[in-house]
């Protein structure tokens, strides 16, 4: 069983399109992030929902919108997409909030804008 | 403010040889620290942790860590590398207390293996 899975794992798409990448984890978490993974393999955290309530909202464009419909789930919508927003994103869950529990990775999905 | 500094973005060692990876954070209260490792084309599983207590941290896959205090540092080695090792490996910092949350992820060290 998957532990925390994403879909799409490919998205492409041109400029301006909306998408959703969907997130979903059976491992039981009351935590849920959306990380950002660039070129350069540098991972930037972007939001966190705690039993949905959002925790972290980092500085991302607005265009970017998380919603979690119940603590096994946490959705990224990406309106007007830009080339810039090209990256791998990759889902997280761990137990509870707190520096303490590590964190569980989906498998990623890789956004390419053209 | 936590931060971590993984000194190499490259490194290549010999089947069979040592492995270490640095790693060394900044955080003003006691930090936790993870190493993660990525494979290519996966997400991140994580090696090991530190929270608190013995500082010789044992992972998965032959791999440990120890934290120095006095050092600020939490290195990954491994005493004999397997082909099967080369990945990207991240370190990452947290810390207890409020907004502790957050992960502070390293830039990545590439570690490749040569036959």
């Known amino acids: 069983d998957t532990a925390v899975s994403q879909t799409p794992k490919y998205l492409v798409t041109q400029m301006g399109n909306d998408k959703s990448i969907k997130c979903e984890q059976n491992l039981g978490h009351d935590t849920m992030y959306w990380y950002k993974q660039d070129s350069k393999k540098f991972l930037k955290i972007m939001f966190s929902y705690n039993n949905k309530e959002l925790i972290i909202n980092e500085t991302v464009p607005n265009r970017f919108s998380p919603k979690s419909p119940d603590k096994a789930h946490l959705n990224l919508h990406i309106n007007s997409l830009e080339l810039g927003d090209s990256a791998v994103y990759f889902c997280a869950s761990s137990q509870m909030r707190g520096g303490f529990y590590e964190q569980y990775f989906g498998p990623g999905t890789r956004l390419t804008v053209t | ?115």
């Open chain 2, 1 to 115: 403010a936590q931060s971590v500094t993984q000194l190499g973005s490259h490194v290549s060692v010999s089947e069979g040889a040592l492995v270490l990876l640095r790693c060394n954070y900044s955080s003003s209260v006691p930090p936790y620290l993870f190493w993660y490792v990525q494979y290519p084309n996966q997400g991140l599983q994580l090696l090991l942790k530190y929270t608190t207590g013995a500082t010789l941290v044992k992972g998965i896959n032959g791999f440990e860590a120890e934290f120095k205090k006095s050092e600020t540092s939490f290195h990954l080695t491994k005493p004999s590398a397997h082909m099967s090792d080369a990945a990207e490996y991240f370190c990452a910092v947290s810390y207890s207390g409020a907004g502790s949350y957050q992960l502070t992820f390293g830039k990545g060290t590439k570690l490749s293996v040569i036959p």
